[in-house]
């Protein structure tokens, strides 16, 4: 049997790579200065006090020409044929590999997105000889033996391929080493015609103190951020800070980190690295334990990344119990800004349950308490966890002094119900309208002689609209009127509602469904019989005028409970309207 090799199509590799692998051909410098810093890296193993050092130039001009040296570990002949020549093979994959940034053996290649010819001047610290090689794209290389001076170490020159000059203009270059390069371990110099100057940091925030790291975020992200979080992961080897934002951010919007592996940038939109409740801070960090993909923009997803992030997680929750003790003003600001955040964290771990619920806002029928507040109310809480239902209640369970817990936002339910957890005298009990209302005070007798008429009237007014009418007494007296549902009536109301939107088949056949309705699936209008407005229609003689009363309270409180108007609804409310304004001009004429 005749064995064969794979061959490899160059053309169709750097198509991959520049087309699928890579987001941007800017790629091409981030992979130089990391071989860069890889030789310096190889070479400190064998000469622990070496000074490494990075040059980048750049040569304007017709044909643009980027040249970047390092005076790093160098390639013999040898090594140039076997690493440079074989796509895949890298020198970083031995016992040390894990002290490289590199791995694939394939990042080089990336320059022929940008260039028709790699030209690589090289020596070894452990040969006399400069070799220099040139790649072209077709898979073609040539090798010879160069008479220089030169220093261990190797020399990169890239010409620009037509089309892509602009991205060796002297700001593009200088820009994307800062990008890529600001924290990485070696000076980068870098020299244009007219200067030359070191251009990454000294060091990286994550090697800051506290102010200092501030003071950093305050000047580099243009932001007055509320303080910075040590983070530390040991099984990650990761370090980093967790800047706390100074504005509220949507409950779950994707907080992306800058992160780092060996200190080189690896994507400033990474989401993967701290958890997800934790999208109150904008996180800088550096990683040398996780796998970045091939593309060297993303982590792989595995229980090593889970690990990490839980580890990076703990800090920011340690970091929030000690400023109980220690900054109990500033974790009021966090509260007051991020208590969505809170909350979801809250949530997902009792320990900070306990520490933070009872400084946790609650919007309320007294406006937005914090829990501790509520508490103090009265020993049971209630709650809803409707919108609707909680825009019903409010006015009258705050006339009644009732502190009623609007629970509809994400997390509020679960977290109410919690409280028993903590501390078993803590009664809470879910309400809706009817909870009320069953309060409401019954008239007497004589009373209900006198409305007897009004709500007859109001009856036949509000049939069509599947309610009926009642009259009580309850608080607030200015509350004329209270309209009630429950889960059927409101189902009730959408089928009408569709009938109303929908074509004569459709129609037809939800009215087959809907069959008939019985009392449970009515709504109420409940009048007050303290209100003077309710009061006064009572004692009319005027039976239009009662109708009308009617018909615009009954509007009026499904405004207030923001329920969305029938077409028949909207037709009242505006017939209705014009009628009392008619009525109070003939009243004034
Ligand atoms: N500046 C350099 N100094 C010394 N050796 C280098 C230099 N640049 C490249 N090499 C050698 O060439 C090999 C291939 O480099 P290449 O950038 O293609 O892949 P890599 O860095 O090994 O891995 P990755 O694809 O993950 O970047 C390296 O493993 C290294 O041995």
Known sequence: MDQFHFKVNLKGMIDLLSNHLYSTPHVFIRELLQNAVDAITARHKVEPAYDGKINVEVYAGENPTIFIEDNGLGLSEEEVHYFLSQIGQTSKRGEDGDDYIGRFGVGLLSCFIVSDEIVLLTR???????????????????????????????????????????????????????????????????????????????????????????????????????????????????????????????????????????????????????????????????????????????????????????????????????????????????????????????????????????????????????????????????????????????????????????????????????????????QIKRVNPTTFTDQFMELSFEERGHVYDFIRIANIVLQPYLCKAEIKKFNPDELPALYTTNEEALFWRTVEQTKEESNELFSSIIGQMSGHQTVGQLAQLCFNYQNPIIQRAIKSEDEEMKRMIVEVLYIQSLLLGHYPLRQQELHLLNNGLIRLIEKGMDANA
């Open 124 to 426: 070894s610290v452990k040969s006399e000889q400069t070799v220099k090689w040139r790649g072209k794209p077709d898979g073609s290389y040539t090798i010879e033996k160069v008479d220089s001076e030169m220093r261990p170490g190797t020399r990169i020159y890239l010409q620009a391929k037509s089309g892509y000059e602009h991205y060796f203009r002297v700001d593009q270059v200088k820009q994307l080493c800062e990008y890529y390069g600001e924290f990485l371990p070696y000076p980068i110099h870098f020299s244009d015609t007219r200067d030359s100057h070191r251009l990454n940091a000294e060091l990286a925030p994550w090697e800051m103190t506290i102010d200092q790291a501030l003071a950093y975020g305050r000047q580099r992200y243009e932001e007055d951020y509320l303080d910075a979080i040590p983070l530390r992961s040991t099984v990650g080897e990761a370090h980093g800070v967790a800047y706390i934002l100074p504005y509220a951010v949507r409950i779950n919007a994707k907080q992306t980190s800058r992160v780092y592996v060996k200190q080189m940038l690896l994507s400033e939109k990474v989401d993967k690295l701290l958890p997800s409740w934790s999208f109150f801070v904008k996180g800088v960090i550096n990683v040398n334990q996780l796998r970045p993909t091939a593309s060297r923009e993303e982590f792989y997803e595995d229980p090593l990344l889970d690990v990490v992030r839980n580890e990076l997680g703990d800090c920011i929750k340690r970091y929030l119990v000690q400023l109980v003790e220690k900054d109990p003003d500033l974790l009021a600001k966090i509260i007051q800004i991020h208590y969505e955040s809170i909350k979801t964290l809250a949530k997902e771990d009792n320990e900070l349950y306990r520490l933070f619920i009872d400084w946790l806002p609650f919007e309320t029928s007294f406006g937005r308490m914090k829990l501790k507040e509520i508490r103090e109310q009265s020993p049971t809480i209630f709650y809803t966890p409707s919108l609707d239902e909680f825009r019903q209640i409010t006015q009258v369970a705050k006339a009644q002094s009732f502190c009623v817990v609007n629970t509809a936002y994400v997390h509020d339910t679960e977290l109410i119900e919690k409280l028993p957890m903590i501390d078993p005298t803590i």
